[in-house]
C-alpha cells in the first residue's frame, strides 16, 4: 500500500504485506481509514495516516474481488469469487466491531463489484454485479434480494458505478 501527494508526486508513506495481491481499495468519507479488500482472502483495514493495518476481518472462503464503506462509514460490503453458486456472495461487515453481519447470496458465479446506494424508503441499499450476467440489489437489513436483472448473453459483468447524489 502506498500513498502518494498528486500535488508534489511523492511518496508520503508505504507498507507491504507479503502475498497481499489487492483487488480493491476504498477511502472513508472522513478519510480516517482505508479498506482493502485482497487475492489472500482477508479484508484489512489501514489507519490512511500511518498506513498500519488496524483491524482484520475473519477470513473469507474465497478471493475477495471488491470493496465499499457506507456513507455512514459504520458498515464494509465486500464480494467473493466462486463458481457454480459456492462462494459468489456479498458479505455485509461492521467496520468498528470487524464482524460479518450478513451474507447476500443468489449469484451462480463470481460477485465482481458491490456498492453501496443511498438510503431510500427501503432504507440503504446495496447493489451487486456478477459474472453470471446478472445485477442484484438487496436492503441491507435483510438476505432477500430486492431486485434481480439478468442480461442474458451480455458476458461478465465486472463492475458498476454509482452516482452519489448525497455530496
Known sequence: MKL???????????????????TDV??????RCIVQASEDKEI??????????????????????????SSDGRSVLTTSNGFQGNGCE???WDLGEGKLVREFNGHQQTVACGR????????ELVITVSND???RVWNKN???????HSLGGA???????????DR
Open 44 to 69: 484489512k483495514v489501514w489507519d490512511s495516516r500511518s498506513l498500519k493495518v488496524v483491524r482484520q476481518f475473519p477470513r473469507k472462503q474465497y478471493i475477495q474481488t471488491s470493496c465499499d464503506i
Open 116 to 123: 453501496f446506494l443511498s438510503s431510500s424508503g427501503e432504507g
Open 4 to 22: 502518494w501527494d498528486l500535488t508534489t508526486g511523492k511518496l508520503i508513506a508505504e507498507n507491504a504485506i507479503a502475498q497481499n495481491l489487492i
Open 133 to 135: 450476467s446478472s445485477i
Open 142 to 148: 435483510c438476505e432477500d434480494s430486492l431486485v434481480y
Open 26 to 31: 476504498k477511502w472513508s468519507r472522513d478519510d
Open 155 to 165: 458476458g461478465t459483468l465486472t463492475s458498476i458505478a454509482v452516482y452519489d447524489d
Open 90 to 92: 456479498a458479505t455485509l
